[in-house]
């Protein structure tokens, strides 16, 4: 997938305003409408240009974007590194909602393929009223928190315009609770802490939708975690009984004799806790010690003699 870069795509700088912005869109927007233009491309470059202009056009999506391309140039292979827009807040969700059609696989990588606005309104005695907008982040978090629920200070990225009509982002944070046994893609709700209402109206709600940070051991599907296990050769041949780590602390794990390269064993309800606990799944990958010195190298010739042993056995030519 290639990176699109929606500012030149626009012809505009970088710092460009909003205003500015709007004006480039108008304008590309005229040059290439199907309708009018006599380019042969031209319903490409319309779609292309609104696609860049559904991004600028937004402080929020600008501020993420603009984030994440300073690591990126146009036409290099792109795939969104993991949590990419986590910590900024936008005001509106990026599923459920219409789909916005003829965008591009980069686009909906980013922001999904829809956006809907929550919120609500009613009228009371007192005049006009409408409720805040619910607000939305990603936030990332250990996978440790989710084992045993913990307290963190979560700090956000709140994008607005300055009165230049440029984007600009503000820091906001807050002290979120994590409830023990909460899984990727689980959201957490703050009640008020969205958009301010309206005409006295109440405000909207804030969610937090969860994903674990990388970690050196652990993979994570639902509720399941999965762990690559070192084994020494003699530890898979003969069995062994060793101290395996786990989000919750270490655990004796039996490895019964002959086990292989890929088997997995499972640890039964060691995933992330709930109801219904996940499992742990341990998967051994057999190390082979190297050879560093002259005692070490005999010890695997007398192996290659002892064994009539050949790994490809089996393998036609």
């Known amino acids: 997938m290639e990176y699109k870069d929606y500012y030149s795509i626009m012809g505009v700088k970088k710092d460009a305003t909003q205003d500015e912005i709007k004006r480039s869109y108008r304008k590309l927007a005229r040059k290439f409408h199907p309708d009018v233009s006599k380019e042969a491309d031209a319903e490409a470059k319309f779609k292309e240009v609104g696609e860049a202009y559904e991004v600028l056009k937004d402080p929020e999506k600008r501020a993420a974007y ?18 990419w827009d986590a910590g900024f807040e936008f005001s509106q969700g990026r599923d459920g909602g219409p789909d916005l059609g003829g965008f591009s696989d980069f686009f909906e990588s980013l922001y999904g393929r ?31 928190d989710s084992y045993s629920g913990t307290t963190r200070s979560i700090t956000l990225q709140v994008s607005s315009l300055d009165e230049n009509g440029r ?3 503000r820091p906001r944070t807050l002290n979120v609770r994590i409830p023990k046994g909460i899984r990727q893609g ?44 070192p084994v020494a050769p003699w530890e898979a041949a003969l069995g062994a009984t060793v101290k395996v780590p786990t989000p919750a602390g270490t655990v004796d794990l ?11 064993l499972r640890l039964k309800g060691r995933g992330i806790p709930a109801r219904q606990p996940g499992d742990l799944y341990v998967q051994l990958n057999i190390v082979l010690p190297p050879a560093k010195n002259e005692q070490q190298r005999r010890l695997y010739e007398q192996m290659k003699q002892e064994f009539s042993f050949n790994p490809r056995a089996g393998m036609e030519v």
């Open 114 to 144: 829809g956006f809907h606005t929550a919120g609500g309104r009613r009228q009371s005695s007192r005049g006009f009223q409408m409720r805040g907008e619910d607000h939305h982040a990603k936030v990332m978090i250990e996978l440790q």
């Open 167 to 169: 984007v600009v982002t």
């Open 186 to 229: 689980q959201q957490i709700r703050l009640a008020g802490q969205g958009g301010s209402g309206h005409g006295g109206g109440e405000a909207g709600d804030l969610y937090l939708e969860v994903d674990f940070n990388p970690h050196n051991y652990y993979t994570v599907e639902g509720a399941d975690v999965y762990l690559d296990l």
């Open 254 to 264: 039996k490895i019964p004799p002959g086990s292989k390269a890929g088997n997995k």
């Open 66 to 83: 603009d984030q994440l391309g300073s690591q990126w140039k146009a036409g290099q292979d792109f795939h969104p590194p993991p949590g």
